[in-house]
């Protein structure tokens, strides 16, 4: 092996060793159809790749939300994606889904609720609900806000 190529290597594990938080690995039982169908670019927690509003489809993630919720309810993540998928499915619900896991301090429901309150196509715009989510958001450690 190269010097460089030595030299490389110290740098990468001694990166990874100092700045990663080791947590208990993930299965594949860990990834629930929720995550799958409905994880949001959005959210640093989730555990699946990234799926955007337009790409969702819509209905069978709503369903597998609702089942992944009423099976684990006190997972914030999955508390937030059901509340996206009720608002992507035009049910208003979704808010307050949403506002379960935004009181429990979830950054990704905060800044959702922001987003939902912020933008002029809402029913309920109201810029100081969103200054609040987003403020909270941000008090949260959110660097994007």
């Not at 938080?21 to 860990?30: F, G, N, S, Y």
């Not at 337009?54 to 069978?60: G, L, T, V």
């Not at 889904?97 to 196509?121: D, M, N, P, R």
Request: charged share 25%.
């Amino acid at each position: 092996m190269s010097k460089f190529a030595k030299f490389a290597l110290s740098a990468l594990l001694s990166f990874v060793f100092t700045n990663t938080v080791i947590a208990a690995p993930l299965t594949a039982k860990d990834v629930t159809e929720c995550d799958r169908l409905a994880a949001d670019p959005e959210d640093q927690n989730r555990i699946a790749l990234a799926v955007f509003t337009k790409e969702m489809s819509a209905i069978a993630a709503l369903k597998a939300c609702q089942s992944a919720y009423e099976n684990d309810p006190t997972n914030l993540r999955l508390i937030h994606q059901y509340g996206r998928t009720l608002l992507v499915n035009d049910r208003m619900e979704g808010l307050e889904i949403l506002t379960l896991s935004a009181e429990k301090e979830y950054v990704a429901s905060q800044k959702a609720l922001g987003h939902f309150f912020y933008t002029e196509s809402s029913p309920q715009r109201d810029y100081e609900k969103s200054f609040h989510w987003f403020q909270r958001a941000a008090n949260n450690g959110d660097q994007i806000v």
